[in-house]
């Protein structure tokens, strides 16, 4: 069954919020509540539930934990997931060590740099010399990669990570890369991001200005 990636974000919020809730001892919820949650309104999540098959009743609401691992299936993470990381700067480094990676059933299997001094197979996780990663691709199965590189060459290496098999790109860059065939890249771009975020407040800022006597 084939889903939009709004469909899929959406998914992966109502999982969270659940977790949350179940951290809180909830045991039943309602279409009410995810939909406060998550900022959609209650006919939405019944569409999306009812698009998988997840249903309901009315009064009697929705169980917390079946809901959760009907979501964990659908959303294929009830197992773990491996990934690598391609570029062990600063950024890649810090995605290496991120402790949150592992309470999402996420494994960093290996790092990948063109830098001698950094190639560390010892290491807890191993950061190789990048003219291994075909290899550890294919050996271990990654369909997922999340680059870290420089601008300058995050085409390249984008193009050798699907060269080897990897499916699924999480772009740190700051270049936009393009989705092709059955890749998908998802693009991280932290400073526009920041500048977006700059430029709403600055906004919010003059509305409110205006609203003043």
Not at 41 to 58: C, E, M, N, Q
Not at 86 to 106: D, N, Q, S
């Amino acid at each position: 069954m084939s889903a939009t990636k709004e469909v899929v974000v959406r998914l992966t919020k109502y999982k969270n919020v659940l977790e949350k809730l179940r951290s809180l001892g909830f045991v039943k919820v309602f279409s009410d509540n995810l939909a406060d949650a998550v900022g959609v309104s209650p006919a939405l999540v019944r569409k999306d539930f009812s698009v998988f098959g997840l249903t309901g009743k009315k009064r009697a609401g929705y169980q917390v934990d079946d809901l959760i691992a009907q979501l964990n299936r659908i959303l294929g993470v009830d197992e773990v997931q491996r990934v690598i990381v391609v570029g062990c700067g600063k950024i890649g480094t810090a995605l290496m060590r991120y402790r949150g990676f592992a309470r999402e059933r996420i494994r960093v299997v290996a790092g990948f740099d063109v830098d001698p001094s950094k190639i560390d197979p010892n290491a807890p996780i191993p950061i190789r010399d990048i003219n291994e990663m075909p290899y550890i691709v294919k050996s271990e199965k990654i369909q997922v990669a999340i680059l870290a590189v420089p601008e300058t060459v995050a085409a390249q290496v984008a193009e050798a990570l699907i060269a080897a098999g990897i499916r699924g790109i999480l772009n740190f860059a700051p270049i936009l890369l393009k989705s092709q065939n059955n890749v998908v890249v998802q693009n991280i771009n932290i400073a526009l991001e920041l500048e977006n975020l700059f430029c709403l407040l600055r906004f919010a800022e003059q509305g409110l200005d205006r609203g003043r006597p």
